[in-house]
């Protein structure tokens, strides 16, 4: 029988190792280590597939209890995660921290093709399509395809002519909700874009740009015919007219 000194003695070294954050539970699938036996076992499940914790309503399972009580907010509608500075609630933590990145600028995500900075993962994974031209989200109508599901979104109602943006001033509808936005100027009279050079401003991003010409004496759209240019599209197809006898 191990003598009082000796018992003494063992917790010592067990009280050491724990401080020390010693990992004796190794993994045999990929070798990784953990301080805790409970916690080998759960990450056991990643190899294994095992989901032994079950959603009563939805019959969803889980690999991890905390996973299952995280996802019973979905059903309760509890958000017990409230940001400090707006109020809103959060059914996760993960999801408080993200939204608080709104409220302090942060953008931890960075691209290596451009340095440009996201708050979200999901967003820094969204614009790398920029750079490698990837398009997952194909039309089933006329197989266009488009690196962003709202895009995609956006597309199909030209093919059903859902327009699901109503200006509440005349109930005119918009299949967008950014041309809604710039119809409601034309209520409002609110000009946004002002020219730097003469402070003239506008209800339209577009129309600044087309205004600019006047300054910068730019000509982008050239007649094919006789190589004459235009500062605007519209100056341009009226022209093309006196080649092809064209009445307006």
Known sequence: MASKSNLQSMDDVRRKAKKR????????????????????????????????????????????????????RTHTGEKPYMCEECNRQFS??????????????????????????????????????????EKLFSCEECSRQFSELGDLKKHMRTHTGEKPYQCEECSKQFSQLGVLRRHIRTHTGEKPYRCEECSRQFNQLGALKRHMRTHT????????????QFSELGNLKRHIRTHTGESP
């Open 21 to 72: 954050g010693e990992k004796r539970y190794k993994c045999e699938e990929c070798s990784r280590q953990f301080s805790r036996l409970d916690i080998l076992k759960r990450h056991m499940r990643t190899h294994t597939g095992e989901k032994p914790y079950r959603c009563e309503e939805c019959s969803k399972q889980f690999t991890q209890l905390s996973q299952l009580k995280t996802h019973m």
């Open 92 to 133: 996760e933590l993960g999801n408080l921290k993200t939204h608080m990145r709104t409220h302090t600028g942060e953008k931890p995500y960075k691209c290596e093709e451009c340095s440009r900075q996201f708050r979200r993962m999901d967003h820094l994974k969204t614009h790398m399509r920029t750079h490698t031209g």
């Open 217 to 228: 004496g730019e000509k982008p759209y050239r007649c094919e015919e006789c190589s004459r």
